[in-house]
């Protein structure tokens, strides 16, 4: 018999997992609860890279709900629908690995397959995961959301201030994420042609959640469409697995 | 080869069927409804579970609907359910329930365009497959839901939140793949997910044993371990794909696909030619597939055809059924469309056309199109699409309108492909400032809201279109339910500006500007611009509609900037203008208008009931009962709540919900029926209503999502579960607009309740986090509420007092009286005696935890135990009851009449004679208790007087009714209609 994906964390992973979180205050919770059994799984447990990427989406996440009780956003039900619907996707793709199915996202595979190592440095790790959940993950959120609030994603509005918001506790919680970071970063994507100048359609991009936002918006656009929207999500799951596998190469150690 | 035909067992699915079972069908109570959602990849035997499953029901008496919904996109509104109902009807020899399914066929062809039709026709399928069921359970099975329209998705939501009154299940499956990404039903299902009556049920691919299971049930003998180990790895347990390796083996074929789309393909290259053709017809059209379709696209004679669909049969590829042929697995299909040319599927779909447009047959127009223009003749294709469009708005969906529309405008200005004899076809003459135009107005109602702007612009840009003025008040009417105000503020005083715009136009304007300022808090702009408008609409004819608004807006705005006198003054106008002169809708709404404005700011409650309840027998009388009357008895409802007369407000929701309403209407009623049965402590009927909310809720409706939260609140309040009382509370907190005072006040005095009691009653640890945010939470409010209108103000300072009398009780564990006080003086000055009352009580709690004033405590009990005993608010009353036998404090020796039992609106017919008729009232009294398994003492207890009077009573009552145990006693109790 095979070993269990989870290791001796298995069955309180698959738990976990079960459970379905349906708003901010118990996704922090259910982000919580992942980071203490992620640095329970051998052989790198502390060093884990995905306890890397885990331990900021909680630090990110925590900063959001907090900022939803603390009257930041101009409207908190579109951020905690957001915010829910983002961690679904990273719940969903954990879910997706833990059964081997073949529908784990590439973005997100690169990373798990590293679970075991080689240990890969912390940054970058984390940095790997932002990029999937980011590239791949958030777009989709962001037009599930506005789908469920009957509203669009529209340049200027509230939601896209509030969306914006989300930058600056970026900036806030992650300093070594800023601009050195980011000029390495865009280094990077520079030195990559091809495809992933496509992706950026020519557009000058400062964040990646801009691109996040426009992709939305691409997506939005043609969501009635199951070719289209396929079509749409197989190109950001294999230009952000490009940029993943990048990240978690010895490349990407020069990032730290 | 017809034996290649036969299915093989279903291996490792018992438990699931289990489940399957008991969810869809076993556990279901009569009046309950339950679903079960089936994910999981391609292949993995979700059509073969609904197929089994739908068998065993339907052996047990239910009646299976069976359908699916359909891949091309664009199909019509309600599909699924119109085929399900067309092959049952084929099935069914039974004349009384096939009169019945034409009868609900019959709904949707006579169904025309109207407004507020969509919810009507719900109500109206729902009643037919009422008279379909016939009293079975009804069970409707749904594959390839990820294809859904959105109309089936709003009937689903409706009939599973029991609106429909039917017990009905639903069993529906999706492709997993298809669930990636942004698929509109993913948010559905995270909802429905979390309701007790729904399932999620993921099916994975088999496990090992069971793999080898089927494998061994496939070739006839278990397989040698080294096969058996490369079909476990080359399948990953997939059943499709584990059935047709052991396949092969079996018959000494040596098959390299592993995955789905190469088994397809290996199948479909093994196929003779004329069944080649045929397979590839079948992929092409609109599933399924007639016989005498079929027989024209492949153009092959009536023998050889017939052999050729028993070879693609027995390969596994087709399967046939009395309404015609369908693939076997959908996947086929995108596997062979890679395999045709483009020339080839676009003559298919050319014959498909030619065929379909002698015959009108189901989907009509939108299998035209779709075939039309797929052939690569948009002209023939753009009237079909035109049709469709105008088909799927008369069944009220403009989603599917929209994009018929959209469409047919593709097609406007597509170049024609070349004819196969060489000739260019003629182009179409189209209006095409029409197509934007419906287009347009398709986006709009489908809540596009963006796509409508920008159709609306290439529409201005059109010479042929419609004058300026028109569409710039079109545009901002857009906008505004688009939620840009200031854009649509833009457009709005553009058209009052134009010097070219009719004074009409000028008054539509202004009306909907005030009414828009309105909405964004400026409620001196709102004034003058309803004033202006108000002017305006005196000079032209035939703008009641306009006055209605602008009077609305102007009495609204009054009422914030504390001229409530002349704003009332003007919305009693309106309504006299709307009865002489307006349409039926207008005198709807400014009744509406008139009771919110009473009922809602200016907090004169009584009196905003009796303008409701007049206005709903109004509009009843005028024909417009589902929608408007339901709306202004739910006023009606809320406000007899707040005052108090809650047996007088339960007939209200009652009567209201006769009317079977959908959408927004029902939640509304429901949250306001759910508002009465927690006061009452109605536990079970309470979670009805909230789950049946959710259910609805799930299908999109933000705004009563916190309303719906602060019922749950409430409830696990009463039930002691202070944990989930925090839960709900915290949500609604994180979900909550800062703009929201009220609703955010609401929620804080819940949550700190919820902190207090659970410190008082030791249910759960005190959250000090939670504590001091709700703390932020109160010091924000009240600087907002400062700067709030009057009536704001003036609701939520009542819940600011409750929330500071709360912190004083968790800051000392007793509470400071005074502040007790001030919050029941609040509201009694507010006529709401329910808050008013549980106010006292704590009051009185405080005082006797200071030992100071028992007395004063003691009156307070007294007079918080009347309120509550008026209401019927049995928690309230039950916890008051409590705190007063703690400090020995008799309530019943007050000169207040004695409880009388909640008055149902709908009791149970009881038996004619009432055989507690002999019996004294105080009899009767003991007696419930009886039957509610008390001990004498414990009714000695309740009712504060002493155990040897209960034995008493007790003994009485045993000699009038002819009894000797309490068992029976309490049999007869039941029997005469007590609760």
Not at chain 2, 89 to 109: C, H, K, M, N, Y
Not at chain 2, 172 to 192: D, K, M, N, Q
Not at chain 2, 737 to 753: E, F, K, N, Y
Not at chain 2, 892 to 900: E, I, N, Q, S, T
């Amino acid at each position: 018999m095979t070993e269990p994906v989870w290791g001796p964390v298995h069955q309180d992973i698959v738990g976990l997992l079960a459970d379905h979180p349906a708003d901010v205050p118990a996704v922090v919770d259910h982000l919580t609860k992942l980071q203490d059994l992620l640095v329970r799984l051998p052989p790198l447990e502390q060093s884990c890279p995905l306890a890397d990427f885990n331990k900021l989406y909680l630090v990110i996440t925590s900063t959001v709900l907090d900022g939803l009780y603390d009257d930041r956003f101009c409207d908190p039900a579109f951020l905690a629908r957001l915010d829910v619907e983002f961690a679904a996707r990273y719940f969903e793709a954990l879910r997706f690995w833990t059964d081997s199915s073949p529908s784990t996202p590439k973005a997100w595979s690169c990373l798990f397959k590293r679970m075991r190592g080689p240990d890969a440095r912390p940054l970058p790790s984390a940095a790997a995961g932002v990029n999937a959940h980011i590239n791949y993950d958030l777009p989709f959120a962001l037009v599930t959301t506005f789908d469920s609030l009957e509203s669009e994603p529209i340049d200027g509005s509230d939601q896209h201030r509030d969306y914006l918001e989300i930058n600056k506790i970026f900036a806030e919680r992650i300093p070594e994420l800023r601009r050195g970071y980011l000029d390495n970063w865009q280094l990077m994507i520079d030195m990559v042609n091809g495809d992933i100048d496509d992706w950026y359609q020519g557009e000058l991009v400062e964040y990646t959640r801009n691109v996040a936002w426009r992709n939305a918006q691409k997506i939005w656009r043609c969501r009635h469409d199951p070719d289209a929207r396929e079509c749409e999500r197989t190109r950001l799951d294999d230009n952000a697995a490009l940029l993943g596998r990048l990240l978690l190469s010895p490349l990407g150690a020069f990032l730290q | 080869m017809a034996s290649d035909v036969d299915t093989a067992p279903l291996v490792g699915r018992t438990g699931t069927m289990a489940t399957l079972r008991s969810a869809l069908y076993d556990d279901l109570r009569p009046g309950q409804t339950g679903a079960v959602f089936l994910t999981g990849e391609s292949g993995v035997g979700k059509t073969r579970l609904l197929t089994e499953v739908g068998e065993q029901l339907r052996q047990t008496g239910a009646l299976v609907l069976t359908g699916a919904c359909l891949d091309i996109g664009d199909a019509s509104p309600l599909h699924p359910v119109r085929q399900a109902l067309r092959r049952l009807d084929a099935e069914q020899a039974q004349a009384r329930t096939t009169s019945a399914i034409r009868g609900v066929l019959q709904v949707f062809d006579e169904e025309t365009p109207g407004p507020d039709g969509a919810g009507a026709l719900l109500e109206r399928v729902a009643q037919g497959l009422h008279v379909v069921a016939g009293g079975r359970p009804l069970v409707l099975v749904l594959d390839d839901l990820q294809w859904v329209d959105r109309s089936t998705r709003q009937l689903l939501l409706y009939l599973l939140a029991g609106l429909g009154d039917l017990q009905l299940s639903v069993l529906a499956a999706i492709r997993a793949e298809s669930l990636r990404g942004a698929h509109p039903l993913r948010r559905v299902l995270t909802e429905l997910r979390r309701l007790r009556s729904v399932r999620v049920i993921d099916l994975l691919p088999l496990d090992r044993s069971a793999t080898d299971e089927l494998a061994a049930a496939v070739v006839g003998a278990p397989l040698p371990p080294e096969a058996a180990d490369q079909l476990w790895q080359r399948s990953g347990g997939n059943p499709f794909v584990v059935e047709e390796l052991a396949r092969d083996r079996r018959d000494g074929r040596d098959g390299l696909s592993d995955t789905l789309r190469e088994v397809f393909l290996d199948r479909v290259d093994a196929l003779p030619q004329p069944a080649h053709a045929v397979v590839h017809a079948v992929a092409v059209g609109v599933e399924p597939v007639e016989h005498w379709l079929l027989a024209q696209v492949v153009r092959l004679p009536e023998e050889e055809l017939l052999d050729a669909v028993r070879e693609a049969v027995a390969h596994r590829l087709l399967v046939g059924a009395d309404d015609g042929y369908r693939l076997r697995h959908r996947l086929a299909a995108e596997v062979l469309a890679h395999e045709l040319l483009p020339a080839e599927r676009a003559a298919l779909h050319r014959r498909y056309a030619e065929a379909l447009t002698a015959v009108p047959a189901e989907l009509h127009q939108a299998r035209l199109a779709h075939h039309w223009r797929h052939a690569g003749e948009p002209g023939r294709a753009l009237p079909a699409a035109m049709a469709a469009a105008r088909e799927a708005e008369r069944l009220h969906g403009y989603a599917e309108a929209h994009r018929h529309w959209s469409a047919a405008l593709t097609l406007a200005t597509e170049p024609a492909a070349v004819l196969p004899d060489g000739a260019r076809p003629e182009p179409v003459e189209v209006d095409r400032a029409e197509l934007l135009s419906h287009a347009a107005e398709a986006a709009h109602h489908s809540g596009e809201h963006a796509r409508a702007l920008t159709l609306l612009e290439e529409l201005t840009d059109d010479p042929s279109g419609p004058p300026v003025c028109a569409l710039r008040i079109r545009r901002a009417r857009y906008l505004a339910a688009a939620g840009r105000s200031a854009p649509a503020e833009q457009e709005y005083r553009g058209v009052l500006d134009a010097p070219d715009c009719t004074p009409r136009e000028r008054c539509t304007a202004a009306a909907r500007l005030a009414e828009l300022l309105l909405h964004l808090g400026r409620y001196a702009e709102a004034g003058d611009q309803a004033r202006e408008a108000l002017a305006l609409a005196a000079d032209v004819p035939g703008t009641t509609s306009e006055v209605v608004t602008a009077s609305a807006a102007l009495g609204f705005s009054e009422a914030f900037l504390e001229d409530p006198a002349a704003g009332l003054a003007v919305m009693r106008r309106a309504l006299d203008t709307a009865e002489r002169s307006g349409r039926p809708e207008d005198v709807a709404c400014a009744y509406l208008h008139l009771a919110e404005l009473l009922t809602g700011p200016l907090n004169i409650l009584e009196e905003g009931v009796v303008v409701a309840r007049r206005g709903a027998d109004r509009v009843a009388e005028l024909g417009l009962g589902r929608t408007w009357e339901t709306r202004l008895l739910a006023v009606a409802t809320n406000g007899l709540f707040r005052v108090g007369q809650w047996a007088e407000a339960e007939k209200v929701v009652a009567a209201a919900l006769r009317h079977r309403p959908s959408g927004a209407d029902a939640v509304e009623l429901l949250l306001a029926r759910c508002r009465l049965s927690v006061g009452y402590g109605d536990v079970e009927a309470s979670d009805r209503d909230l789950e049946a909310v959710a259910t609805v809720l799930a299908g999109g409706g933000a705004r009563h999502v916190l309303p719906m939260l602060i019922l749950r609140a409430g409830l696990a309040m009463w039930q002691g579960r202070h944990d989930l009382a925090r839960q709900a509370v915290q949500r609604g907190l994180t979900e909550s607009r800062s703009d929201d005072v009220i609703v955010l006040a609401t929620l804080a005095w819940h949550g700190l309740r919820a902190e207090a009691e659970a410190a008082a009653g030791r249910t759960i640890e005190v959250d000090p986090n939670a504590v001091r945010r709700l703390r932020e939470v109160v010091d924000r409010l009240a600087g907002k509420s400062a700067k709030a209108g009057a009536p704001v103000r003036y609701v939520a300072e009542g819940f600011l007092a409750l929330c500071d009398a709360e912190l004083s009780r968790l800051d000392d564990g007793r509470g400071d009286p005074a502040l007790w006080e001030r919050s029941a003086l609040e509201w009694d000055r507010r006529n709401h005696p329910y808050p008013a009352a549980y106010s006292r009580l704590r009051q009185a709690e405080a005082l006797l935890a200071r030992r100071s004033r028992v007395a004063t405590a003691g009156k307070l009990l007294h007079r918080a135990y009347a309120m509550a005993q008026s209401l019927g608010a049995v928690p309230l009353t039950a916890e008051i009851r409590t705190i007063a036998s703690r400090a020995r404090v008799a309530l019943d020796a007050a000169p207040d009449p004695a409880p009388v039992p909640r008055p149902r609106a709908a009791a149970p017919a009881g038996p004619a004679v009432d055989e507690l008729a002999t019996l004294t009232a105080r009899e009767r009294e003991v007696l419930a208790a009886v039957a509610e398994g008390l001990t004498n003492r414990e009714i000695g207890q309740r009712l504060f007087i002493s155990e040897r009077t209960i034995g008493v009573h007790v003994s009485h009552i045993f000699d009038k009714l002819q009894v000797r145990t309490r068992v029976q006693a309490s049999a007869i109790f039941l029997r005469n209609g007590a609760e």
